[in-house]
């Protein structure tokens, strides 16, 4: 029997299970399902043909299932059969059908299907896939179980132009959707995904590019192609004669056992005559349909003519001398010839092959050394250079080693930098005087302080700036009509910190800046608490608080490139996955 692994067989398997227990539509989705990734599996093309024969009789008067009240002919028996290039598009049609309803869009999968209806009214696995995703969402079906024809609806009226959504999260999910309907053979769908991108913004560089490429390689593929030869069709199955009492299920497991070892055997004649035999009894039996359509695979690829070349035909035979006979002169008997060895015993034996021996050399090279190299200086200093040219090459190997590791390391870092480097765009850091203006006039109702440091950074950008320089003077009287005496210490507001009361230091350091605001180590102790509180929030995933905390401390160093880029790297850590984030959140500080 055939044992080589197939990675299909625990879906086979569940297929055969739901069959078995009546669910037909969802086992012949799964052998759908497996002929889209390997057209050429027999086992689910014999599942789905269990399908079809299970359908086709129940569409008929002798089937298994007793026919219905109705003696009328049903629409699926009167229909004609569609032509072969209709017969593909239905199959085509009901391929995409079964990839949307395995992804949970049953509306477009029921789309699909109405289509095959449309084409092949008598389609019998379309309606039971109808059934199936009508059941699904919760749409009402007749009493016979088929589903009821739609009701002609009048034009609908021209829908309102679609609101865009400028989401990035539904582009991207419309992207993807798209990328995964045409890496399943599904251009017309993925293409209307793109196109709904380029609607919200049509900007888009990515949609652009995909919705070309697939319009480019749709018309190569439209470009007319020799017409295929068609296949021979398949031979018809047996018509499935009245049960025989007499037989019991262990004959029928015999007979199959006895097929299928005659089919491991390539005795292919007697194993489809057994496969019949028992598809006589059980027209449903998959293991005997399917080593049936096996061996007449094989025998058919056995009968293939062969090409072998003509040769020449031979000489005829020499006519025999004919053998003069005296009867006075006996023959006399044949000599028998002596048995001549083979011609590798006739050959002398190769000489024997010996190796080096080692006294003798050493004694041949102490009788060429001459005797004044032998003395033991001579030789202690030959040892002592062999030592030091082993230590030199032993120092030279461990040098080359740590190069090659340094520069592995150098290579490794640079590697893991460059993704950070790029995302982090250090090069567009820089301040627009025009938003530190807006941000200064905002701030000086309410927080003077932080209006001071922006008009501040205005008037070191512009030392010239007029309006900067009235912003600066009218926060410093608001900040010394806020300020009072006795409100803390430095002493006090380190003490706070290194007890841990961020909120109270933070509190005390903000109104000892209203004091003095140009005092470096308060504006140090400002930026550590602040910082300390950003990389808080965003371990609580607060991202609003963590920036706002973030630009409060490029406030007090504006020349600082180093806080904008932490601002660059808060929002690329926002933008990462769940299970990513935690391990990034560090990096702020």
């Known amino acids: 029997m055939n044992t080589h692994f197939d990675p299909y067989e625990s879906y086979l398997l569940k297929a055969d299970a739901l069959f078995k227990g009546g669910d037909v539509v969802q086992a012949g989705q799964i052998w759908q399902a497996i002929l889209k990734k390997n057209p050429d599996h027999s086992e689910a093309r014999a ?16 089937g298994l299932v007793p026919p219905p009240d109705d003696l009328s002919p049903s629409p699926a028996a009167s229909a004609p059969a569609p032509e072969p290039s209709v017969q593909e598009e239905v ?108 609607d919200q913004r049509p900007d888009h560089r990515a949609a652009r590019e995909y919705l070309a490429m697939s319009q480019r390689e749709r018309q190569q593929a439209a470009t007319p192609k020799p017409a295929p030869q068609p296949p021979p069709p398949p031979a018809p199955a047996p018509p499935p004669p009245p049960a025989s009492t007499g037989e019991r299920a262990p004959s029928l497991e015999a007979r199959l056992q006895k097929a299928e070892e005659l089919l491991s055997r390539h005795q292919l004649e007697e194993a489809a005559y057994l496969f019949q035999q028992v598809l006589t009894t059980s027209p449903h039996n998959l293991r005997a349909l399917q080593g049936f359509r096996q061996a007449q695979t094989e025998l058919a690829a056995r009968q293939a003519p062969l090409l072998i070349p ?31 060895p083979p011609i590798a015993l006739q050959e002398p034996a190769a000489p024997v092959r010996k190796g080096l021996d080692l006294p003798d050399l050493l004694r041949q090279m102490e009788k060429e050394v001459p005797s004044r190299f032998k003395s033991p200086k001579i030789l202690g200093l030959l040892a002592l250079a062999l030592v030091v040219i082993y230590g030199s090459f032993l120092g030279f190997r461990a040098y080359r080693k740590d190069v090659r590791l340094r520069e592995a390391v150098r290579l490794f870092r640079t590697a893991s930098e460059a993704p950070v480097s ?36 205005l008037i070191r950008q512009n030392p010239l700036d007029g309006p900067a320089a009235q912003i600066m003077g009218q926060a410093s009287l608001a900040m010394a009509r806020v300020a009072g005496a006795g409100q803390g210490s430095k002493a ?29 180590e308060m504006r140090a102790l400002a930026a550590r608490l602040m910082l300390s509180f ?10 609003d608080d963590a920036e706002d905390q973030l630009k409060r401390v490029q406030m007090l160093y504006p020349t600082d490139k180093a806080w904008a880029a932490r601002l660059k790297l808060l929002k690329h850590i926002r933008t990462m996955r769940d299970q990513d984030r935690q391990a990034w959140v560090p990096l702020l500080g």
């Open 534 to 543: 950003a990389e808080a929030y965003a371990r609580k995933e607060r991202w």
């Open 492 to 520: 006090e507001a380190l003490r706070l910190a290194a007890q841990g009361n961020l909120d109270g230091a933070q509190a005390m350091t903000f109104h000892l800046l209203e004091l003095q605001p140009d005092d470096p």
């Open 422 to 457: 790029r995302s982090l765009d250090i090069a567009k850091l820089t301040e627009d005087p025009a938003v530190i203006r807006k941000e200064a006039e905002s701030f000086l109702s309410d927080q003077p302080l932080w209006a001071y440091y922006r008009a501040q950074e």
């Open 91 to 198: 199959e085509r049609l009901l391929r995409d059908g079964c990839m949307l309803f395995d992804m949970g869009q049953s509306e477009d999968a029921l789309r699909k299907w109405e289509k095959v209806v449309e084409l092949d009214p008598g389609h019998a696995l379309a309606h039971g896939y109808m059934r199936d995703a009508r059941r699904d969402l919760g749409l009402a079906t007749s009493a016979d179980g088929k589903v009821p024809a739609p009701p002609p609806a009048p034009a609908p009226p021209p829908a309102p132009p679609p609101i865009p959504d400028r989401s990035d999260e539904s582009l991207e999910r419309l992207l993807r959707e798209g990328a995964q309907l045409y890496d399943m053979g599904m251009p017309l769908e993925a293409e209307a995904k793109w196109q709904a991108v380029l």
């Open 47 to 62: 599942g789905l043909y269990k399908v079809k024969l299970h359908f086709d009789a129940r569409s008929t008067q002798g």
């Open 310 to 340: 003509k040769a020449d035909p031979p000489p005829p035979p020499k006519a025999p001398k004919p053998i003069l006979l005296t009867p006075s002169k006996p023959l006399p008997p044949p000599e028998e010839e002596g048995v001549q």
